[in-house]
């Protein structure tokens, strides 16, 4: 398997444009995540997915931000409008489960989004 | 409240040293406890997992203990090498569903 694989790799863009980030989970794997990472607020969970369907939205910071897995191999991450403080390093993830003994959560490379 | 610190913030060793990362919690109820390794520039990658029945779980160089009963946890890293340099994370699961998360430590090993 290639892992879970995010796009894009960078984004650069103006504040007020709308963005969007992908992610491609490992096959078979039943939990999704999307996190943020910042230097000042480290790293935080935004929302998780279980079998496509949203578990825990409680992290995502306001109404701009929105996340959507019409399929098991496929969500996204929206920011409409973006601000310069929505800088950061998103990443996605993946698990076989939650809190089982064996689960290991996998990450992707994330994308740096840097909105000026 | 349901916290997870790490100490210290960072730390500088030199290569071949032993180092102990520390992870305090007050998640309750617990689930599990989760140490990542995350080099610059990329994703986070699990090091351990252990649940409230586990006193320590070793990985290579990286050992990690837990007590539930202190809701304390670390991690040692053994005969430290270059490529240990890196954020190291704790994560604690709280309840069925709740990741609580700590700032991390950032291990610098000189040579």
């Known amino acids: 398997d290639a892992g879970v694989i995010q796009s894009p790799r960078h984004e650069v863009t103006e504040m007020g444009q709308e963005v969007t980030l992908r992610c491609k989970p490992i096959?078979?794997?039943?939990?999704l995540f999307w996190y943020r990472q910042t230097m000042m607020r480290g790293l935080e969970l935004l929302i998780y997915?279980?079998?496509?369907?949203?578990?825990?939205d409680s992290g995502m910071p306001e109404d701009r931000f929105s996340a959507k897995m019409p399929n098991a191999s496929f969500s996204t991450l929206k920011i409409q409008p973006s601000e310069p403080r929505d800088s950061a390093v998103y990443f996605c993830?993946?698990?076989?489960?939650?809190?089982?003994?064996?689960?290991?959560?996998?990450f992707g490379p994330g994308t740096r989004l840097l909105v000026l | 409240k349901n916290q997870v610190e790490q100490s210290p913030q960072s730390l500088i060793i030199l290569e071949g040293k032993n180092c102990t990362l520390q992870c305090n919690y007050t998640v309750s109820p617990f689930s599990n406890l989760r140490w990542y390794k995350q080099d610059t520039g990329r994703g986070p990658v699990s090091l351990t997992i252990?649940?409230?029945?586990?006193n320590t779980k070793s990985n290579g160089r990286y050992t990690a203990t837990l007590d539930a009963d202190t809701k304390q946890s670390s991690l040692h890293i053994t005969a430290s090498q270059l490529s240990d340099s890196a954020s190291y994370i704790c994560?604690?699961?709280?309840?069925?569903?709740?990741?609580?998360f700590g700032a991390g430590t950032r291990l610098a090993v000189h040579p």
């Open positions: 252990m649940t409230f029945s586990e």
């Open positions: 997915f279980n079998n496509n369907v949203p578990i825990d």
């Open positions: 994560v604690v699961t709280r309840g069925y569903n709740k990741l609580i």
């Open positions: 096959s078979g794997h039943d939990y």
């Open positions: 993830a993946s698990s076989l489960a939650l809190i089982a003994y064996q689960e290991t959560q996998y």
